[in-house]
T-cell receptor, first 114, second 110 residues
Framework: DGGITQSPKYLFRKEGQNVTLSCEQN?????MYWYRQDPGQGLRLIYY???????QKGDIAEGYSVSREKKESFPLTVTSAQKNPTAFYLC?????????????FGEGSRLTVL | DQQVKQNSPSLSVQEGRISILNCDYT??????FLWYKKYPAEGPTFLIS?????DKNEDGRFTVFLNKSAKHLSLHIVPSQPGDSAVYFC?????????FGAGTRLTVKP
């Protein structure tokens, strides 16, 4: 089945630790995204990547890092510099912009900092 | 700087009536507008979209209206059903940059 797979679904972290959230897609989409969801704030863009080896900061990139070494993979690292990392993280990919460019989302990863 | 705004955090309607969800945006470079539906602990799923060159797009019970001069769009659901109860996100796209509103929680009462 084609889709986006995020792992782990739930993750606990101690303060000061870096963690990496995995996102893999087999939809052959060029663009991939990471969003963060907090209560009452909707989805805020962390990073996005239009092609392999390229990515741009979104609105809240501080404390996060990404890589795009393969088309299928766009991992997100939450570093110890991120002040409030507890949140629900969503990865997405999109069709070419010549279409609607709708995003296809994974099921999300919930990160809790203890 | 929030480029896409949904000012109503919640909306409650009776089954069979119309639900109207509103969205405002600030960036005139957006060329596509989309609505997503989200259930708790799941990723959003695409519902309907509209190009910036159109003012209306209809798909079954769902219609999206775009008023470019007012930088405003709305989603109409007619008739509303209890299964429509979810959080609805408005999104706007400029090339591969996709921005979302804060969402509106719709509750459809039987």
């Amino acid at each position: 089945d084609g889709g986006i797979t995020q792992s782990p679904k739930y993750l606990f972290r101690k303060e000061g630790q870096n963690v990496t959230l995995s996102c893999e897609q087999n939809l052959n989409h060029d663009a991939m995204y990471w969003y963060r969801q907090d209560p009452g704030q909707g989805l805020r863009l962390i990073y996005y990547s239009q092609i392999v080896n390229d990515f741009q900061k979104g609105d809240i990139a501080e404390g996060y890092s990404v890589s795009r070494e393969k088309k299928e993979s766009f991992p997100l690292t939450v570093t110890s510099a991120q002040k409030n990392p507890t949140a629900f993280y969503l990865c997405a990919s999109s069709m070419p912009v010549v279409n609607t460019g709708e995003l296809f989302f994974g099921e999300g990863s919930r990160l809790t900092v203890l | 700087d929030q480029q896409v705004k949904q000012n109503s955090p919640s909306l409650s309607v009776q089954e069979g009536r119309i639900s109207i969800l509103n969205c405002d945006y600030t960036n005139s470079m957006f060329d596509y507008f989309l609505w997503y539906k989200k259930y708790p602990a799941e990723g959003p799923t695409f519902l309907i979209s509209i190009s910036s060159i159109k003012d209306k797009n209809e798909d079954g019970r769902f219609t999206v209206f775009l008023n470019k001069s007012a930088k405003h769009l709305s989603l109409h659901i007619v008739p509303s059903q209890p299964g429509d109860s979810a959080v609805y996100f408005c999104a706007a796209r400029n090339n591969n940059d996709m921005r979302f509103g804060a969402g509106t929680r719709l509750t459809v009462k039987p």
